[in-house]
Structure formats: C-alpha cells, structure tokens
C-alpha cells in the first residue's frame, strides 16, 4: 500500500490541448517527482488508469465532457470514500517511481473534479493550465467534431466551473500555457518551487510559437469570426483572453496554500 506520509501527490489538469502533458512531464523530469509513462493509455493520463470515477469519454470527449452536469465532482459525490481513496492509489502505484517524493498525476477533466481529489486526498497539490480559448478550440475540434462556437462555450463552461471550485482549494498554482510558451525556464521554477522543489531549467524543449498555428486559422476565417467574436469576447476577457487582441493573456495570478514540506 503506498504510504502517502512518504509521498506528495500533485494533480495537473486544464483542457484538453491546453498544455496539461507538456507541464506534467516537465514536473516528472525532476529527480524528485515521478509521473505516468509507457503506460499504453493515451496521453499516460490517470483517468485510464484507474476504474474509480468516469473518465472524459464516458461524457463525450475532449470539447464535450464539461457540458455534462455528472462530470463536475466535488467533495459531495457519492464516490468519496476511504474504499475509493486506497483503490485509486493501487492502480495508479505500479506506474509511479516510489522512490521519488513526488507524484504526478495528469488529466484533463481534473480541471472540474479538484474539490473531489482534495476530498480524497486532502494534502495533495493542484496544478492547473490555462490556454487561449481560440488554440484550445481550433485544436480540440478534430475530436470533438462539434462547431467553433460550441467549442468556445465548453471553455466557458469548464472554466467557470473551475473558477466556482478554486476558493474551496487549499493548495492551488494556475499557470497559463501561454507563460510557459515565453519563459520556460522561469513558470518552471514558479511550479516547483511551489510543489517544494529545487527550480531546475526546463529539460524538455518548449516552443514559444505554440498558438501561431491556431491565431492563423482564426484569422484565415476572415468575418466568419465576426459573430463569434461579438458572441464571446465579453466572456473571455473575463479570464484575461481575448478574441480580438490574441495576444492577450492572463497574469500569474496568487497561489492558495503551500505544499512545501
């Protein structure tokens, strides 16, 4: 049985195409933490890994999940148990290095089930990602197959969810991907530092030029994005984005807690 008085446990989540992978495993290079790998699941996410909750394909997949009341969990759901919290951490041991301290676990619905975890597991960490809505969607539809529109609503959706549940969080770091795209080296340390970890560069490399690719399809559509824009932009300037000026992003904002030990 894993002995979490030897452990810290730290959840990454965020949207799907949102930067989740690329931070998780940013974390687990550290010699100190270890995270899921070779695990044959897609993405090596813990949600496939275990047979606790529902994972994001039960609710209709990335671009989808969120709109579905039943995938929100919190500290009132019926699978909060003791039973539940030794289940999770068997499956999820075999694919961690016990050796390390700290332990990774990456998914993206874990952005609307924090207060769930934290039910679970009270002393645990929370990493979120944050990425433009207009990257996040325009990255996220060849999966979901639903319309840009839709798309933008469930980023509304997920992360008005999120911002309900984070006062109920007593150890939260958000960062956006957008930060880490420009400095590397420096939102790395931001994380670790608050997950009690020596800063260390970034071992993988990081590309600044992540959302290009999306910001040129968004504008290749020309008027098309007239009335997404009209529809939307009063939303999304909320959380520090923009459709208008995509260049805008969000600051860092304040960390809830510490998980230094």
């Not at 041991?93 to 390390?100: I, M, Q």
């Not at 990774?104 to 944050?130: H, W």
């Not at 939303?235 to 260049?247: C, I, N, P, Q």
Request: hydrophobic share 45%; charged share 20%; glycine share 8%.
């Amino acid at each position: 049985m894993l002995d979490l008085s030897r452990h810290r446990l730290v959840f990454v989540g965020g949207l799907h195409r949102s930067g989740t992978t690329l931070l998780a495993n940013l974390i687990a290079e550290h010699p100190l933490a270890s995270g899921f790998a070779g695990t044959g699941v897609p993405a090596d996410e813990g949600q496939h890994l275990q047979s606790v909750y529902p994972p994001a394909h039960v609710y209709g997949g990335p671009g989808r999940f969120g709109f579905r009341r039943e995938a929100h969990l919190t500290e009132g759901s019926e699978l909060v148990s003791a039973e539940n919290r030794e289940r999770l951490l068997s499956e999820w041991a075999p694919h961690w290095d016990l050796a390390r301290p700290v332990l990774v676990e990456k998914s993206p619905p874990n952005l609307i089930r924090t207060r769930f975890l934290q039910a679970l597991y009270p002393e645990a960490s929370f990493v979120m990602v944050v990425r433009h809505p207009v990257a996040v969607s325009l990255a996220t539809q060849k999966w979901s197959r639903t319309s840009l529109a839709a798309l933008l609503r469930h980023w509304l959706v997920c992360h008005r969810t999120f911002e309900a549940d984070r006062s109920r969080l007593a150890r939260l770091l958000v960062v956006s991907y957008e930060e880490l795209a420009a400095d590397p080296d420096a939102c790395l340390a931001r994380v670790l530092a608050f997950l009690g970890l020596e800063p260390l560069p970034a071992a993988l490399e990081v590309r600044s030029d992540g959302n290009e690719l999306y910001f040129a399809r968004w504008r290749a559509l020309g008027l098309r994005t007239l009335a997404l824009r009209l529809r939307f932009e009063g939303a999304v300037t909320e959380f520090g984005y923009s459709l208008r000026d995509l260049a805008a992003y969000p600051a860092s904002g304040p960390v809830a807690g510490t998980s230094g030990r």
